[in-house]
T-cell receptor
Framework: AQKVTQAQTEISVVEKEDVTLDCVYE???????LFWYKQPPSGELVFLIR??????QNEISGRYSWNFQKSTSSFNFTITASQVVDSAVYFC??????????FGPGTRLSVLP | GAVVSQHPSRVICKSGTSVKIECRSL??????MFWYRQFPKQSLMLMAT?????????EQGVEKDKFLINHASLTLSTLTVTSAHPEDSSFYIC?????????????FGAGTRLSVL
């Protein structure tokens, strides 16, 4: 069975702080994809990253970085120097090859000025 | 720009009426489209998977007679909430998957916020 756990329900930080959102997944497949999406108050899902199971390289995109560790089945997301505009709900998701998305419960991030 | 268009973005209706939500893939053909429902402060839950030209596959607990899905073309899927009731009020999100290959990509619409009075 596939499962995605985001243990942090809500996080509040002050602007310019770094924050890490945790994601732990479960799957029996060897081929799978991991995703992070941002959902601002408008509701639209904003795609942030897709990582396949064979690529464990960490990735950095501006203030965003992702740490993929297969050994611990984790795909954590760090925002450096957070800004108010980063306030949103963030979803981690898993998709096995040819199958549907399984979304985590989401982490609500509030960045305070 | 958006590659999946969902319409309307917001709808308010009276209890007992039916509401149709459209999902269009704009720049690609989507043999498979998905419908999700998201209740406030909860995650997205898959309702059904629709394949062009065939009947939709519904997830357990989703009433197929209440949530009618039609995927008549490779670029359009519709979800009709029949005889809507206040408990159907939710955020509905569609998604379309590109065809073929291991790298097929799934795009999400902007969502439809349904409020049933």
């Amino acid at each position: 069975a596939q499962k995605v756990t985001q243990a942090q329900t809500e996080i509040s930080v002050v602007e310019k702080e770094d924050v890490t959102l945790d994601c732990v997944y479960e799957t029996r497949d060897t081929t799978y994809y991991l995703f992070w999406y941002k959902q601002p108050p408008s509701g639209e899902l904003v795609f942030l990253i897709r990582r396949n199971s064979f690529d464990e390289q960490n990735e950095i995109s501006g203030r965003y970085s992702w740490n993929f560790q297969k050994s611990t089945s984790s795909f954590n997301f760090t925002i450096t120097a957070s800004q108010v505009v980063d306030s949103a709900v963030y979803f981690c998701a898993l998709r096995n090859y040819g199958q549907n998305f399984v979304f985590g419960p989401g982490t609500r991030l509030s960045v305070l000025p | 720009g958006a590659v999946v268009s969902q319409h309307p973005s917001r709808v308010i209706c009276k209890s007992g009426t039916s509401v149709k939500i459209e999902c269009r893939s704009l720049d690609f053909q989507a043999t498979t489209m998905f419908w999700y429902r998201q209740f406030p402060k909860q995650s997205l839950m898959l309702m059904a998977t629709s394949n062009e030209g065939s009947k939709a596959t519904y997830e357990q607990g989703v009433e197929k007679d209440k949530f009618l899905i039609n995927h008549a073309s490779l670029t359009l899927s519709t979800l009709t909430v029949t005889s809507a009731h206040p408990e159907d009020s939710s955020f509905y999100i569609c998604s379309a998957r590109t065809s073929g290959g291991a790298q097929n990509i799934q795009y999400f619409g902007a969502g439809t916020r349904l409020s049933v009075l």
